[in-house]
């Protein structure tokens, strides 16, 4: 039996153990070295399932993003004033790569948002390094397509870069996105 004045001792280290878990689980489950777990994103939601959810989605944006090919997405895209995203990604530090550009991004969970209706999964505006989440549709649409999450969150970033939309639509960035960046087993399963 623990004395009750024990007890007490025993709760800071049953808490720092299960902190730990918590970090070190990740890793364990996506076969990651700690430094490459999400730790790294920045995610401010207030919903658990939301922010593990989140944080998965961009740790598979980032094994995408390590691809050439999913990298040179960056290359398909013009901001408003004509520069190449890959450029502005540049601008922003010659020594920063997409994936480490990517971990600057600030995600956070905007649910509320009137402009999140429908399938509507993130907001950004151009040129700005905050993605708003729409907390409902983004659990839903992992649940049912983990992959268009991660696309989603690809989308978005290239928003942040300076993308507009209206031209190119929604649809074709994420479309590109996909071509680009889904692995190859999938888009053999999944076209036609």
Not at 26 to 51: A, C, F, N
Not at 130 to 144: E, M, S, T, Y
Not at 147 to 161: D, G, P, Q, R
């Amino acid at each position: 039996m623990v004395a009750r004045g024990n007890r007490h001792r025993v709760r800071p280290v049953m808490v720092v153990i299960l902190v730990l878990a918590e970090v070190t689980a990740p890793s364990m489950i996506h076969g990651q070295s700690p430094q490459e777990t999400s730790r790294k994103w920045r995610v401010v939601v207030t919903d658990p399932l939301l922010g593990r959810q989140t944080r998965r989605a961009l740790d598979t944006a980032a094994t995408w993003l390590k691809s050439p090919s999913c990298a040179g997405v960056l290359n398909d895209f013009s901001d408003p004033q004509g520069h190449v995203l890959a450029d502005r990604l540049l601008a922003v530090d010659a020594a920063t790569d997409v994936v480490t550009y990517l971990g600057l991004v600030l995600f956070v969970d905007d649910t509320r948002n009137a402009a999140c209706r429908g399938e509507v999964v993130a907001i950004s505006v151009p040129s700005s390094r905050v993605v708003r989440l729409c907390g409902d549709a983004f659990k839903r649409i992992w649940q049912q397509d983990s992959t268009y999450a991660v696309a989603a969150l690809i989308h978005e970033m290239l928003h942040t870069l300076g993308l507009g939309e209206n031209p190119p639509s929604s649809s074709e960035i994420t479309r590109r996105v996909l071509s680009r960046c889904r692995p190859a087993q999938q888009r053999a399963h999944q076209e036609p």
